[in-house]
């Protein structure tokens, strides 16, 4: 089945404490981006990748970093969290020419507390 | 950016047609018109895209104006587990080939028993 796997789902956590996302795709897909989601904010890209090696901030990086050392995996990193990074993260993938859709993952809440 | 307009909320009886509109008045020749949904806080979900004839899949039909201003996207029998966010979202393209999806803040479609 095709899918996109973030781990955890659910994450509490204090500041500063560094803390990793991860992102896996079974799609052989060369672009895959972080998004978080806040109310009244809707979807906002955070990273995105086109292929291995290759990473570019999205709207909102600060505070986040990303590597892409394999196709199929994309994990987030925050080095030092903060309380407004509180947030609802999703990542996605896709091919990167041509006009197909996105997959998104399930989602990841995470607290800083 | 092209930018969509589209009604914050709508309500649809189950087992009816669910029209959801989307204004993209500034849209370019070469961008698609894509719709996700997102149920409660899951991943978003894509539904159906197209560039200016009216599409059809398993899951929904949608109409593009011929001035391509506008669209709608029709759910020809709604259940129950249509409840969700509907995004409308115009593809931009950007550097070397990598595309964003830009969410806006949807519109919430309540199906009532």
């Known amino acids: 089945e095709a899918q996109v796997t973030q781990n955890p789902r659910y994450l509490i956590t204090v500041t500063g404490k560094k803390l990793t996302v991860t992102c896996s795709q079974n799609?052989?897909?060369?672009?895959m981006s972080w998004y978080r989601q806040d109310p009244g904010l809707g979807l906002r890209q955070i990273y995105y990748?086109?292929?291995?090696?290759?990473?570019d901030k999205g709207d909102v990086p600060e505070g986040y970093k990303v590597s892409r050392k394999e196709k199929r995996n994309f994990p987030l990193i925050l080095e030092s969290p903060s309380p407004n990074q509180t947030s609802l993260y999703f990542c996605?993938?896709?091919?990167?020419?041509?006009?197909?859709?996105?997959?998104f993952g399930q989602g990841t809440r995470l607290t800083v507390v | 950016d092209a930018k969509t307009t589209q009604p914050p909320s709508m309500d649809c009886a189950e087992g009816r047609a669910a029209n959801l509109p989307c204004n993209h008045s500034?849209?370019?020749?070469?961008?698609?018109v894509y719709w996700y949904r997102q149920i409660h806080s899951q991943g978003p979900q894509y539904i159906i895209h197209?560039?200016?004839n009216n599409e059809t899949n398993e899951m929904a039909s949608l109409i593009i104006t011929e001035d391509r201003k506008s669209s709608t996207l029709i759910l020809p029998h709604a259940t129950l587990r249509d409840t969700a966010v509907y995004y409308c979202?115009?593809?931009?393209?950007?550097?070397?080939?990598?595309?964003?999806?830009?969410f806006g803040q949807g519109t919430r479609l309540t199906i009532n028993p």
């Open positions: 197209g560039l200016k």
């Open positions: 996605a993938s896709r091919y990167l020419t041509g006009n197909t859709e996105a997959f």
């Open positions: 979202i115009v593809r931009v393209a950007f550097s070397q080939g990598a595309q964003k999806l830009v």
């Open positions: 799609m052989n897909h060369e672009y």
């Open positions: 500034t849209i370019s020749g070469n961008e698609y």
């Open positions: 990748s086109m292929n291995v090696e290759v990473t």
